[in-house]
């Protein structure tokens, strides 16, 4: 991720890398967000 930001925030590369970018950050979005549901079906009673 911080490379990404780097990347970004620098101004570099076209606009096929950007799309490239865009659509690795949705694919964490929704693993994030599946596991995000997951934690919450699984509820508090865990073994941690």
Do not use: F, W
Not at 5 to 15: D, F, Y
Not at 22 to 29: E, G, H, R, S, Y
């Amino acid at each position: 991720l911080n490379q990404i930001a780097r990347q970004v925030n620098a101004g570099g590369g076209s606009g096929h890398d950007r799309v490239q970018i865009v659509a690795a950050l949705m694919a964490i979005d929704a693993g994030l967000e599946r596991l995000r549901h997951a934690v919450l079906e699984k509820g508090t009673d865990d073994d941690r």
